[in-house]
């Protein structure tokens, strides 16, 4: 089994800040981290591995400096890391992204065939959930969405199958592979790297491709000449003018306090009672 697991690097947003005049984030002094939601898919493609021997094979997009993002995981157990990176791609939105890092796949194919392809479910700088399902588009793989748990992998059928996470409850889907997984935070727990990992991590050449080595047949689909995404501002939530209200319930039984709460949430929006009540009825 050969599972591939895309990464981004992106500044930790706990510490991220708009600057006040010109309304761009300020990335100086920011660390960079692995992007949260893509290590729940590291974790469950090294579970895979676990289970069913093969290789992982990390790869990401972005500056040199995400070498270092990569070299994590290599050092939590992924077998290689690749990073595409070229000027050229600066600039880049969702759409020139995943037609990047779809061809880069395609390369890493012919080494070895991939089976599954892991992305996080989004990032949190960019929170689209775009490139995932831009990439399975252009591969044309079958695509799972917001998975939670995967139940059941069959290599010699080369079928999969997944619980999916919807509005209405949970989802339990089978498909083909390959496939592309974009998986769920909180789905399971990272395992910690050991001591030796780190330091073969360390010392890992990671391999770098610029846009020919990765296979870019089209130039004009890569950077910011294939990115029709525009931001025109960025800005910071304003801050709430209204306090919070404290509520006595020495006396009051926890039924009182709840009915309280519920009736000061419908005097300030007079309509959702009545929506409520319709939902239901239906």
């Not at 005049?21 to 493609?45: C, H, K, W």
């Not at 909180?186 to 296979?215: Q, S």
Request: hydrophobic residues 45%.
């Amino acid at each position: 089994m050969h599972i591939v697991v895309c990464i981004k690097q992106v500044p930790d947003s706990a510490q991220i800040r708009v600057h006040p005049v010109t309304n761009t984030i300020m990335r100086q002094g920011v660390p960079a981290i692995v992007n949260p939601y893509d290590l729940f898919s590291l974790e469950e493609a090294l579970r895979l591995k676990d289970k069913f021997g093969g290789r992982v094979t990390a790869i990401c997009m972005g500056p040199p400096q995400a070498e270092e993002a990569l070299r994590k995981c290599i050092s939590y157990g992924a077998d290689d890391a690749i990073l595409v990176t070229d000027r050229a791609f600066a600039g880049a939105d969702t759409l020139a992204t995943s037609y990047a890092l779809a061809a880069a796949i395609r390369q890493i194919d012919k080494e070895q065939q991939v089976d599954i392809v892991f992305t996080g479910k989004q990032t949190i700088d960019g929170d689209t959930a775009q490139v995932g399902p831009g990439i399975a588009k252009r591969m044309e793989l079958q695509l799972l969405t917001y998975v939670s748990r995967i139940v059941e992998v069959d290599l010699v059928a080369r079928t999969i199958v997944v619980e999916r996470r919807a509005e209405g409850g949970v989802q339990l889907l089978k498909t083909a592979l390959p496939c592309l997984i974009t998986m769920l935070e909180n789905t399971n727990e990272l395992r910690f790297a050991t001591m030796p990992a780190m330091i073969h991590a360390a010392g890992y050449p990671v391999r770098k491709w610029n846009k020919d080595e990765a296979g870019v047949e089209d130039i004009s689909k890569i950077g910011l000449k294939g990115s029709p995404t525009v931001v025109s501002k960025v800005f910071g939530p304003t801050p709430r003018s209204e306090k919070a209200e404290m509520l006595v319930v020495e006396n009051s039984t926890p039924r009182d306090v709840a009915l309280n709460v519920l009736q000061k949430v419908f005097t300030r929006q007079v309509t959702l009672e009545q929506d409520l009540l319709d939902k239901v009825a239906h």
